[in-house]
T-cell receptor, first 112, second 114 residues
Framework: QKEVEQDPGPLSVPEGAIVSLNCTYSNSAFQYFMWYRQYSRKGPELLMYTYSSGNKEDGRFTAQVDKSSKYISLFIRDSQPSDSATYLC????????????FGKGTLLTVNP | EAGVVQSPRYKIIEKKQPVAFWCNPISGHNTLYWYRQNLGQGPELLIRYENEEAVDDSQLPKDRFSAERLKGVDSTLKIQPAELGDSAVYLCAIGGGQTFNEQFFGPGTRLTVL
């Protein structure tokens, strides 16, 4: 079992839909949880990060972390065609351990 | 992405040939990472530098891969000889977050080994 599991999709939704992306993990030491967006032929760019459990909102994006279930989510409201990309979850334990562990990524297409 | 320049962007070689990738980050970032991203997978760490020192190279296949970071700024990653399974995107990232380990990725070098 990999440390971080993420459904690779692909996921196709109409413009304006609410999108839910999820990851599960097995390492209880993970404390920092991130979502990266990666457009085709580009490097990943950070969308949001959350420390420990809880919710965080930034515009149309909401990140949720449930450490008791080892489950994290990213919600995209009012999705736009420009949101079409691969979304990668990533996490690390913190302190001197800098190593990011990524999920496989979910390919999202938002259709106009 | 604007903070990290990688070259070349694409490289096609035959197996057993050597290949090198370059990473040119903006100055002032002590931490530099090399990742490999296989098709349909997330990036996996190969090596992490703090200034000139490789502080985590446990995932680097040292029989064929080597890396260096001269003067704590630019870095090169080399594969010699390349194998078919090395086909992937090689990403360079710099670290610089104040409150957490935010990493800024370059666009990557897409390697195809024939």
């Amino acid at each position: 079992q990999k440390e971080v599991e993420q459904d690779p999709g692909p996921l196709s939704v109409p413009e304006g839909a609410i999108v839910s992306l999820n990851c599960t993990y097995s390492n209880s030491a993970f404390q920092y949880f991130m979502w990266y967006r990666q457009y085709s032929r580009k490097g990943p760019e950070l969308l949001m990060y959350t420390y420990s459990s809880g919710n965080k909102e930034d515009g149309r994006f909401t990140a949720q972390v449930d450490k008791s279930s080892k489950y994290i989510s990213l919600f995209i409201r009012d999705s736009q065609p420009s949101d079409s990309a691969t979304y990668l979850c990533a996490m690390y334990s913190g302190g001197s351990n800098y190593k990011l562990t990524f999920g496989k990524g979910t390919l999202l297409t938002v259709n106009p | 992405e604007a903070g990290v320049v990688q070259s070349p962007r694409y490289k096609i070689i035959e197996k057993k040939q050597p290949v090198a990738f370059w990473c040119n980050p903006i100055s002032g970032h002590n931490t530099l990472y090399w990742y490999r991203q296989n098709l349909g997978q997330g990036p996996e760490l190969l090596i992490r530098y703090e200034n000139e020192e490789a502080v985590d190279d446990s995932q680097l296949p040292k029989d064929r891969f080597s890396a260096e970071r001269l003067k704590g700024v630019d870095s090169t990653l080399k594969i010699q000889p390349a194998e078919l399974g090395d086909s992937a995107v090689y990403l360079c990232a710099i670290g610089g977050g104040q409150t957490f380990n935010e990493q800024f990725f370059g666009p990557g070098t897409r390697l195809t080994v024939l």
